[in-house]
């Protein structure tokens, strides 16, 4: 009868059964590239890709900070503000940017300008107000943060302030309407907390060569280059103690703008030249708003 009345299903399991035997020992195994094979081949490859990307993880880390670090020391760093020394400008709080790159190339200090300096001796006092002690820990991963630059310090020993003269400038104060004046040019400031008076400390000193005569905005509560006129120098600054200009209040996001120089210091004539300050290189863009 042969497979007359056999059913279809028993015809295709004899032939299995007969294929089987057919790749018993001896006969060639079966050519690759089924289906098993393929998800065999594809879970290798994705085991390798993941090995690899754990593998990178700490290279990219490592350079992650490297590019911190460079960007800190050489182009901008963030700083905390402790003090209401620039206020309205700059608050209790806020976060500023400076920019260390411009003086490389040959960037000069300028009149208006806002700059953090490194203490120049007791300006800041003993009795300065420290912070808190944070848990162990959270101070590491602080600190960590701060030396790489991707938060600010709330205990660096810099001042911020404004730059009301420069090498050879005459700054007194102050003229018949009670205003500060630079080479004989009296300063429309209205940058000055709201209330104060250009300055309440009678003064005239000129600048020498490489220094600044600098001031807080908040003109009543700023222990800045008028209170150190007996010292030597006046209370100026040496410009190499400038650590950069602050060019932006990065924080709070309701508090940012830029920091631009002040219309009224491009009419200021330079006293060094004995005419009209020629224009230097700027680091910011339109006038202070």
């Known amino acids: 009868m042969g497979n007359r009345g056999r059913p279809r299903g028993d015809r295709d399991e004899s032939g299995d059964a007969g294929a089987e035997r057919e790749r018993e020992p001896g006969a060639e195994p079966a050519e690759p590239g089924g289906r098993a ?26 350079v992650a900070l490297c590019i911190a670090l460079i960007l800190k020391t050489f182009l901008v760093q963030a700083f905390f503000i402790p003090s209401g020394s620039m206020e309205q400008t700059i608050r209790i709080g806020d976060r500023v940017l400076v920019d260390k790159l411009t003086p490389w190339f040959g960037s000069e200090v300028e009149r208006g300008d806002v700059v953090v300096f490194k203490d120049p001796g ?58 500060v004046t630079v080479n004989g040019s009296p300063l429309d400031e209205p940058y000055v907390n709201p209330g104060n008076a250009a300055s309440e400390i009678r003064f005239e000193v000129q600048v020498p ?81």
Request: charged share 30%; hydrophobic share 35%.
């Open 122 to 179: 007791g300006w800041l006092g003993a009795d300065s107000v420290q912070p808190a002690e944070d848990p162990v820990g959270i101070k590491q991963i602080k600190q960590t943060l701060t030396f790489i630059g991707l938060l600010p310090s709330a205990n660096e020993q810099d001042l911020i302030k404004r730059v009301i003269g420069v090498g050879g400038d005459s700054v007194k104060c102050c003229d018949a309407r009670g205003r």
């Open 37 to 62: 094979e393929r998800r065999r081949l594809a879970r290798r490859v994705r085991r390798r890709r993941r090995t690899r990307r754990v593998g990178e993880l700490p290279l990219l880390v490592v």
């Open 209 to 289: 060569a490489g220094r600044i005569f600098v001031m807080g905005d908040h003109r009543a509560n700023s222990a800045d280059s008028r209170y150190h006129l007996d010292e030597a120098f006046h209370g100026t600054i040496d410009e190499k103690d400038v650590v950069g200009q602050a060019v932006v209040i990065a924080w709070p996001f309701g508090h940012w703008h830029r920091l631009e120089q002040p219309a009224t210091f491009r009419m200021v004539p330079d006293q060094a030249r004995g005419g009209r300050r020629a224009p230097r290189r700027r680091r910011g863009g339109s006038a202070f708003a």
